[in-house]
């Protein structure tokens, strides 16, 4: 017998594989996010603009300057940023906005341990982190939509140097979001605008029709489980649906419950990071129950308007929990035991 | 998607490619000048050659023999003279025995064989010595001699033969070729098995794409031959012997105990045909069916290869391009990609794949794990792949183990085929098991055996 081609290589078995990556969920991603972060530019113009190019910029520096090997071919950078610019008002000062993208990747993930290692979503530990550090400056961020002038000028609080007393938005244009105008007791936001997203509001938090399309893609593409964001919108459903049938003038109803706040992006983009979420499907069904059930509690019996950033972070703290009480059993094992 | 529901959860929808009618013909490879016959085939104790340098044989002829309980025989594949008997590294580690046999010229390699068997009026007993004695080894990888299967402690009684006719990887396409072209031999395989395991019934599972062959089959049976007929959906990995008899029987298998307790006995379908034409013609198992696979192959198909044939010989006279990128011993999910050539056709071969540089892709580096579940979602056995390769990683073997079942694992390979972070499960999860055996205790080792 003769000698083996040179070129014969070793590889280890299987040496087949189905193509899916982790590059390729991130991409599929950021596809199913870019119909509500076009209609955020359109309705709140510049500022939005400036909000998501500042927050994706702010992680990928960050990543790069502190990772200890290039990680930005996964995308998971721009990914965080442009969640978290989408879940900022439009109006807040520029310059916290970078801070909150350095804190996502620098306390959120590299802190973790980077990539897989994370137990919240580190866009989540931004906002939050802005929610805690500048509350004034988030609850006064908000802009009306389609305000004149979005489209050449930035409001004056985008600009605003750090710890400076920002001046005023647009004169006599900032808008209050219908979740705290429902608490005020102001009348309820026509369901139509609300699910178009025609409202004051969050960056790209406003459209719920578009990141339910983006959502809807995502699970098309096998690059995030449906039982998530079903669980988390049924449990929505249901426990709003009772509240206001029990005292409507109080709750608002099913659909203004889920067409509001951050929900839709919370449940479609945020619960199913693969991360920070459980990993048997079992327990892609109680996270999405538990975070659902959270979110109705805190907007409706909590100080805050809106629950879903709260609700997805307490989420997260569960997940180790829920993997533990759903952990599979062997095959061969059942039955005996 | 809305196809009929698989009976166990998990697997994967592997690629299935359909292959030419020109593949499926089982062809006769030559002899190849040379042949190379290890005397250890099967598992159990190797031979011990009965022939010294020198000796003519003839096809057929009894070349080894070793302990009756736990060993099979080892014929002459071709009539020829034994160059020489040397002690050879062994691919599977150890060294083993070789036997050179340099065969005679073609119109030399007449093979009468013996006087025929009749099931109906052979003793079980008899039929396990005739099984033996053909030298025949399960087919299906694990190669285990067939008597000593069918050789039950006492007061265990088997209920129904399962006829495993799923291939083990969807590449090969040993089982229509077999079904079209051994009918005669499978249905004289059943009722050799039926008598000499006492069984009571027996069940052919095909796949969907198999199932008019297996129907035409059924339908030249015998009349009052218990044979029945299984169609499943495709799935990889049902094959598996373990997910099989689950799947047949559709029960949850208590205990962790060996198939014989169940009552159901699974044979390949191979073996069934070999065993079958072996006992009716009174020959010995002197050739392997073998599909050759793969795009670096110019004519890939199932041939009918002698014993101790080299593999680089068969490969060659399949078409092998001149630059193979990766040599598979098995199919591409599970199958060993092999440093050289230097081996030869044994008992528990069932295939090869030759891949292209195309097929063979490029290896791309291992980033950590997201914890996204897939490889839970599809593991046929339902372990924990994610948390078992992040044990792996610290070499936390008794958790492993002890926790985590790793001892389960049927090494499908589905969760490094669906992992987007292309961690090398399978890999880990093999070397993890390697060294845990190697680190019980020679006691515990021989109860488990």
């Known amino acids: 017998m003769t000698h083996a081609p040179q070129s014969l290589r070793l590889a280890a078995a299987p040496h087949l594989h189905g193509g899916n990556a982790v590059r390729r969920l991130t991409l599929h991603t950021v596809v199913a996010l870019l119909p509500a972060t076009v209609f955020a530019v359109a309705l709140f113009g510049l500022a939005a603009l400036a909000t998501l190019v500042v927050a994706i910029l702010s992680c990928i520096l960050a990543e790069r300057l502190c990772a200890p090997r290039s990680t930005l071919g996964d995308g998971s950078a ?16 520029l310059w916290m906005v970078a801070v909150g993208g350095a804190v996502a990747m620098l306390v959120g993930k590299r802190l973790f341990g980077g990539l897989g290692g994370l137990v919240f979503h580190p866009a989540l530990v931004g906002r939050v982190f802005l929610q805690a550090a500048f509350p004034v400056a988030m609850a006064q961020g908000w802009l009306a939509p389609f305000a004149s002038g979005r489209a050449s000028q930035l409001p004056g609080t985008s600009l605003a140097a750090p710890f400076m007393a920002p001046e005023a938005a647009y004169d006599g244009l900032s808008g209050a979001t219908p979740l705290a105008t429902a608490r005020l007791g102001d009348g309820a936001t026509p ?15 406003t ?22 964001p079903t669980a988390l919108l049924a449990s929505v459903a249901v426990l709003s649906g009772a509240l206001h049938e029990f005292d409507p003038t109080r709750y608002p109803g099913v659909l203004a419950a889920l067409g509001s706040g951050g929900l839709m992006l919370g449940a479609w983009f945020l619960a199913t990071d693969s991360t920070s979420s459980p990993m048997t499907r079992k327990g892609a069904w109680i996270y999405g129950l538990a975070i ?46 | 998607m809305f196809g009929p529901r698989p009976a166990f959860s998990g697997g994967i929808a592997l690629p299935r490619r359909e292959p030419r009618p020109g593949e499926l013909a089982i062809r006769q490879m030559p002899f190849a000048p040379s042949l190379y016959l290890p005397l250890r085939q099967h598992a159990g104790s190797p ?30 594949p071709a009539t020829g003279r034994v160059l020489s008997i040397i002690e050879q590294p062994d691919p599977a580690g150890g060294t083993v025995a ?37 030298g025949i080894v399960g087919l299906g990888g694990e190669a285990r001699p067939t008597h000593a299967r069918l050789r039950l402690p006492p007061g265990q009684r088997v209920g129904m033969l399962v006829l495993n006719g799923i291939e083990s990887e969807p590449v090969f396409s040993r089982v229509p070729a077999i079904l079209r072209e051994h009918a005669v031999d499978v249905l004289m395989g059943v009722r050799c098995l039926l008598k000499a395991s006492g069984a009571g019934r027996a069940v052919l599972a095909v796949e969907q794409h198999d199932a008019d062959t297996a129907q035409s089959l059924l ?13 499943l959906p495709a799935r990889y990995p049902q094959g598996a012997e373990e997910l099989l008899l689950r799947v047949i029987s559709r029960a949850p298998r208590r205990g962790s105990g060996g198939p014989v307790e169940d009552g159901a006995l699974c044979f390949d379908l191979a073996t069934v045909a070999e065993l079958g034409q072996l006992l009716a013609s009174g020959r010995c198992m002197t050739d392997q069916l073998v599909t050759l696979a793969g795009g670096a192959l110019l004519d890939p198909g199932n041939y009918r290869i002698p014993l101790g044939t080299p593999l680089r010989f068969a490969l060659e006279h399949a078409g092998l391009r001149p630059d193979p990128a990766r040599v598979l011993l098995g199919g591409p999910m599970r199958g060993q990609a092999l440093a050289s050539l230097d081996r030869s056709i044994t008992k528990d071969t069932t295939g090869f794949v030759a891949l292209d540089r195309n097929e063979a892709g490029m290896p791309e580096p291992p980033m950590p794990c997201i914890r996204c579940g897939e490889c839970v979602a599809v593991c046929p056995v339902q372990l924990h792949p994610a948390q078992l390769g992040l044990l792996a990683r610290k070499e936390e073997l008794k ?40 680190r019980q205790p020679a006691v515990a080792r021989e109860d488990a055996a």
């Open chain 1, 207 to 228: 459209s719920a029709v578009l990141l339910l399309l983006g959502g809807l893609y995502l699970v098309a593409v096998r690059a995030a489980d449906w039982r998530i």
């Open chain 2, 47 to 76: 031979a011990v050659a009965v022939v010294r340098e020198g000796d003519e044989v003839v096809r057929g002829q009894l070349l080894a023999d070793a302990d009756v309980e736990k060993s099979v025989p080892l014929h002459a």
């Open chain 1, 78 to 93: 721009l990914l965080t940023g442009l969640l978290l610019g989408l879940s900022l008002p439009p109006a807040l000062p």
């Open chain 2, 219 to 231: 339908a030249a049976a015998p009349a009052g031959l218990p044979l029945a007929l299984r169609v």
């Open chain 2, 98 to 134: 070789v036997i050179h046999l340099a065969p005679f010229p073609g119109d030399t390699q007449e093979y009468p064989g013996g006087p025929g068997c009749d099931p109906e009026t052979a003793s079980a007993a008899s039929l396990l010595a005739g099984i033996r004695a053909a």
């Open chain 1, 191 to 205: 369901l139509a605008d609300l699910w178009m997203g025609t409202v004051a509001g969050s960056v790209g938090e």
């Open chain 2, 399 to 438: 958790a492993m183990h002890e926790e985590y079942h790793l001892d389960h694992c049927i090494e499908c390979g589905c969760c490094a085929y669906v992992c987007p972070s292309r961690i090398p499960l399978l890999q880990l999860f093999r070397a993890a098991k390697a060294q845990w055996r190697r």
């Open chain 1, 292 to 337: 659902g059930a959270l979110v109705v509690l805190i907007r409706q019996f909590s100080g805050q308007p809106e629950g879903v950033m709260y609700a997805l972070l307490l989420g997260s703290a569960l997940t180790p929990h829920i993997d533990r009480w759903t952990r599979p059993r062997p095959l061969r094992s059942r039955g005996a035991r």
